[in-house]
């Protein structure tokens, strides 16, 4: 069984930073951990994804070069750093695990979600 608790959302003005944190209770090793976003009415996305196993990443397109995802493996801790953030970057974000194979953009094969943390920037 995981357990995972995000914290660190909060308001912020446009070109602003903010870090995520998504604290693991449970083994996860060789799994896919990632970072969704979601807005009202719109499908949750995949913002960022990093292999465990071989710490091989993944970004989309709207958040290359600002966002970096990362791992501290004694804490096992996923961290999401947001840098020049802009509104549209509104949105409640979501950690989550997938523990087979390998990262997809899919979100009904990650296996374990978080609570979310809310994200707001303003212009």
């Known amino acids: 069984q995981v357990q995972l608790v995000e914290s660190g959302g909060g308001s912020v003005q446009a070109g602003g930073s903010l870090r995520l944190s998504c604290a693991a209770s449970?083994?996860?090793?060789?799994?896919?951990m990632a970072w969704f976003r979601q807005t009202p009415g719109k499908e949750r996305e995949l913002v960022a994804s990093l292999y465990t196993g071989g710490g091989s990443t993944y970004y989309a397109a709207s958040v290359k070069g600002r966002f970096t995802i990362s791992k501290d493996n004694a804490k096992n801790t996923l961290y999401l750093q947001m840098n020049s953030l802009k509104p549209e970057d509104t949105a409640m974000y979501y950690c989550a695990v997938k523990l087979s194979g390998w990262c997809t953009l899919n979100r009904f094969e990650y296996n374990y979600w978080g609570q979310g943390t809310q994200v707001t920037v303003s212009s």
């Open positions: 449970g083994y996860i090793h060789n799994n896919c």
